[in-house]
C-alpha cells in the first residue's frame, strides 16, 4: 500500500492531456480467489465509464464486472458475483502511443448464493495497467488489480484486457489576447471611391432551396424535403425517398417494398377453426419463404399469427401463437435456422376480413410474414 501512495506522489507532476472527456471500456477477464474464499478461479466481463479530468488524477472511472456459475471449491454448489466499483486513475507516458497508469479505489461485491463465509462486502482495490493507442478513436488496455475485502481480509486477484472508445472532444483553451498596439494617427488622403460589385445572379431551377451552381440533384420534384447538397431526402432510412415513400415512418431494420412499406408476405396458411394444423396445400407457399431466406442470408423472418372473432380472447391468442409456431416448425423442416425465426401472436385483434361471414374467418384464420435484417 506504501509503494502505491509514492508512486503516485513521485509522478504526481506527470499530467497527461486528453483531447477527449469521456470514455468508455468494455472488458473480460479473470479473477483469481486467494485467502480462505473456497471459491474456483473464475471468468469475468465488464464495463468501465472514465471522466478525464484536470487533477492530480487523470481519471474518475465507474466500473462493474460480472462471474457467472463460479464454482464452490468444496461443493457442487455455484454463485452468480456482480462487483461495483469506482477508481481514481493516474497515467504516465511511456513511448508516444504507449503509457502506463495506476489505480486506486473502493468497490462493493454482491454474491448471489451465500456460502463458506462468502457474503455481500466492500472491498478496497488497487492495481496497474498498460494503454496503447491504435488511433484518435479507440485504444487497448491490460489491467491487473487487488482488491481486499473489508470482512474477513479474503482478496481476489483481478487480470482483464479491455477495447477503449472516447467521445466527448474537450473545449479548446481560450488563447490569451495579447495587447494591440495604437496606431499613429496620418493624416488620411481622399481615395477614389470602389467600383460597384457585380450582381451575380443565381437561379434554382428546380426551386428546393438551394441554387443550381451548388444543386448536386438539379431535377428534384416540387415541393420535396431536400438536404444542403440539394438531394431529396429517405427520413427514416428504408431506401425509398420521401415524395414516394408511402409509409414514411417505417421502423428501421425492416424490409420495404417500391412504395416504402413493410415487405409482408400474406401466406393465409389458412386454419381450420380453433385448429392449428398445417394443410399440405399451403406447403408452396411456405417453401417460397424459405427460398427466400436461403439467398438472403442476413434476412430474418416474422410469422404473425391470427385468428377469428370466435371463442374467448385469452383462447384465440394461446391459438394465434400455436399458428405461428407451425408455420415457424415447417421453415425449420425446410432447412431455416431457428434463431432467424420470430413468431408473435396478436389473436383475434387484427383482422383483415368482416369476423359476420364464413369467408371472412377463414381469412382471418392466418399466419403472415415480414421480413427484417
Same mark, same amino acid.
Given at each position: ?14 499530467? #497527461? ?7 468508455? &471500456? ?15 478461479? /473464475?471468468? @469475468? ?13 487523470? /481519471? ?12 464452490? @471449491? ?31 479505489? #473502493? $468497490?462493493?461485491?454482491?454474491? @448471489? ?5 462468502? $457474503? ?31 470482512? =474477513? ?12 472508445? %472516447? ?11 495579447? %495587447?494591440?498596439?495604437?496606431? &499613429? ?23 428546393? !432551396? ?8 438539379? =431535377? ?9 447538397? !440539394?438531394?431529396?431526402? *429517405?427520413?427514416?432510412?428504408? $431506401?425509398? +425517398? ?25 401466406? =393465409? ?11 399440405? /396445400? ?15 442470408? *442476413?434476412?430474418?423472418? +416474422? ?11 385469452? =383462447? ?28 408473435? !401472436? ?28
Amino acid at each position: 500500500m506504501k509503494k502505491i501512495v509514492m508512486l503516485f506522489l513521485v509522478a504526481s507532476s506527470l499530467l #497527461i492531456a486528453s483531447s477527449y472527456k469521456y470514455e468508455i &471500456t468494455p472488458t473480460v477477464g479473470g479473477v483469481v480467489p486467494e485467502g480462505n474464499l473456497d471459491l474456483s478461479h /473464475q471468468l @469475468s466481463y465488464g464495463l468501465r465509464f472514465g471522466i478525464n479530468i484536470d487533477s492530480i488524477f487523470n /481519471q474518475v472511472e465507474f466500473g462493474f464486472d460480472r462471474s457467472d456459475s463460479v464454482s464452490y @471449491s468444496n461443493s457442487n454448489k455455484s454463485t452468480n458475483i456482480n462487483r461495483y466499483f469506482v477508481n481514481a486513475i493516474k497515467s504516465y507516458p511511456l513511448k508516444d502511443k504507449l503509457s502506463l497508469y495506476s489505480l486506486v479505489g #473502493i $468497490g462493493y461485491e454482491n454474491i @448471489s448464493r451465500k456460502m463458506f463465509n462468502n $457474503g455481500n462486502s466492500g472491498f478496497f482495490n488497487y492495481g496497474l495497467g498498460l494503454k496503447y493507442k491504435l488511433n484518435d478513436n479507440f485504444s487497448l488496455r491490460a489491467e491487473v488489480r487487488h482488491a481486499i475485502k473489508f470482512d =474477513h481480509g479474503d482478496n481476489n486477484l483481478f487480470y482483464t484486457v479491455g477495447f477503449v472508445f %472516447p467521445f466527448g472532444k474537450k473545449a479548446e483553451p481560450m488563447a490569451k489576447s495579447e %495587447p494591440v498596439p495604437v496606431p &499613429t494617427p496620418v493624416k488620411a488622403e481622399k481615395k477614389p471611391a470602389p467600383a460597384p460589385k457585380p450582381i451575380v445572379v443565381v437561379s434554382d431551377s428546380d426551386r428546393d !432551396g438551394v441554387n443550381d451552381n451548388l444543386d448536386k440533384c438539379p =431535377h428534384t420534384p416540387a415541393g420535396a424535403k431536400v438536404d444542403n447538397r !440539394g438531394c431529396e431526402l *429517405d427520413s427514416d432510412f428504408d $431506401g425509398v +425517398l420521401d415524395s414516394q415513400d408511402r409509409c414514411p415512418n417505417t421502423p428501421k431494420g425492416n424490409v420495404v417494398n417500391s412504395d416504402g412499406c413493410v415487405k409482408v408476405i400474406h401466406l =393465409h396458411v389458412q386454419f381450420d377453426t380453433d385448429k392449428a394444423d398445417i394443410s399440405s /396445400q399451403y406447403m408452396a407457399k411456405i417453401r417460397k419463404v424459405a427460398d427466400f431466406l436461403k439467398i438472403n442470408y *442476413d434476412y430474418r423472418v +416474422l410469422l404473425e399469427g391470427n385468428t377469428d372473432s370466435r371463442g374467448s380472447i385469452k =383462447h384465440n391468442q394461446n391459438l394465434s401463437i400455436q399458428r405461428a409456431k407451425a408455420v415457424a416448425n415447417a421453415l425449420i423442416n425446410l432447412g431455416i435456422n431457428s434463431d432467424r425465426i420470430t413468431t408473435k !401472436g396478436f389473436g383475434e385483434s387484427n383482422p383483415i376480413a368482416t369476423n359476420k361471414t364464413k369467408e371472412g374467418r377463414a381469412q382471418n384464420r392466418r399466419v403472415d410474414a415480414k421480413f427484417m435484417k
